[in-house]
């Protein structure tokens, strides 16, 4: 069968490579920006919220060990789902998420997961993740890949003075 992609935008790229990375069958898992108009933007374009970019991360996996489903799962967790205006500490529309579908069961699987999640009554608010046909995938400079791994302690501060870490915590932990 091969390797699919999923793309998902979820604030700053940085925290949304580590949660895919530990499961069987994710192949890979890149940060980059999607979604805008303009072509090959830089981290610094993005930035200015002037490109309708996101930052997002493009995942590449087995479908025969990891299903898009569970990928979805993971997603969901990795974000408050409820924010229209960004993620935590970073604000704008380069820090909004959304997820991207390369194909009508991926979208099927997005639009049913949302669903699922806005009946779970888990979030007080309505779930505010946009579900869009994928774009063109820019990877980011490589300072910016497995950015947790290059840079563990800054990646560790950050992802825990943004807001992120306490949230998932507070709302995901059973």
Request: charged content about 25%; hydrophobic content about 30%.
């Amino acid at each position: 069968m091969g390797t699919e992609k999923a793309t998902f935008a979820g604030g700053c790229f940085w925290c949304m490579v580590k949660p895919f990375h530990k499961y069987d069958g994710v192949e890979s898992v890149v940060s980059g920006y999607t979604g805008g108009h303009v072509p090959n933007p830089t981290y610094r374009q993005v930035c200015s919220e002037t490109t309708g970019h996101y930052e997002a991360v493009e995942i590449i996996f087995d479908p025969e060990v990891i299903s898009y489903g569970e990928l979805l799962d993971i997603f969901w967790r990795q974000i408050d789902p409820t924010d229209p205006g960004g993620q935590f500490y970073d604000r704008g529309d380069s820090y909004r998420t959304a997820i991207f579908y390369h194909d009508d069961e991926q979208k099927a699987a997005a639009e049913q997961s949302k669903e699922k999640l806005e009946a779970s009554g888990r979030f007080d608010g309505p779930i505010a993740v946009r579900i869009l046909p994928a774009k063109e995938f820019y990877p980011a400079e490589e300072e910016h890949q497995d950015y947790y791994m290059k840079n563990p302690a800054h990646y560790n501060r950050y992802f825990a003075g943004s807001g992120r870490k306490a949230f998932q915590e507070t709302m995901w932990e059973e």
